[in-house]
């Protein structure tokens, strides 16, 4: 255990020439954990983020990514915990939308407590403890892939944490690397 409310994680982290155990701190909240294993050094040791992808076409809106996200986030099989959301399309035009974060970072210049910021692996957070609540960023988000629940003070966001992606039994949501 490292200091209060935080462990410390050994991974394999590829360096330019070598092939190093690197330590890296996480914070007390498990998200953390999450997306510092999905990111990665490049041949020039610049830190590579795996984001999530989809693939509407083949979604077959069984809900499974959403139960695997809530799981990791808030520890319940709750899809509306979840920051990631299947919405079948209205009409004519069958089949399902998915709404994840892709961490532009359009939603950091919105929040006047600067509770949003982009971590050292590429994703774009939410410091839960700077976060009032005011949820301008959920109607601001161009992807529409920030949520509210009555249960949870701040907006549920996309973690990169790839329970979603190992979840989804068609291949449907996946992972892509981000320069």
């Known amino acids: 255990m490292g200091p209060e409310g935080s462990f410390f994680i050994v991974c394999k982290l590829k360096k330019e020439k070598s092939d190093k155990c690197s330590i890296i701190l996480i914070d007390r909240v498990f998200k953390n954990f999450c997306t510092g294993l999905l990111s990665r ?19 077959t809106g069984c809900g499974a990514c959403m139960i695997a996200c809530s799981k990791v986030l808030y520890k319940v099989e ?4 979840s920051a990631i959301r299947i919405k079948e399309r ?10 994840v974060c892709n ?7 919105i929040c006047s407590v600067e509770a949003i910021y982009k971590a050292k692996n590429g994703a ?9 609540g005011c949820y301008m960023c959920v109607g601001f988000c161009p992807e529409q892939a920030m ?11 996309c973690i990169a944490c790839g329970a979603c992606v190992r979840a989804c039994p068609t291949g449907a949501i996946y992972f892509e690397e981000q320069d």
Not at 42 to 59: A, H, Q, T
Not at 78 to 81: F, H, L, M, S, V
Not at 103 to 109: D, L, Q, T, V, Y
């Open 41 to 59: 050094l490049n041949g020039k040791g610049e830190i590579v983020m795996k984001i999530v992808k989809s693939r509407p076409d083949l979604c």
């Open 78 to 81: 709750d899809p509306d915990k």
């Open 90 to 99: 209205p009409g004519a035009e069958s089949g399902y939308d998915i709404f």
């Open 103 to 109: 961490h532009c970072g359009k939603c950091i210049s």
């Open 124 to 132: 774009v957070r939410i410091d839960a403890e700077k976060c009032v």
């Open 147 to 157: 949520f509210v629940h009555k249960d949870i003070n701040e907006p549920i966001k």
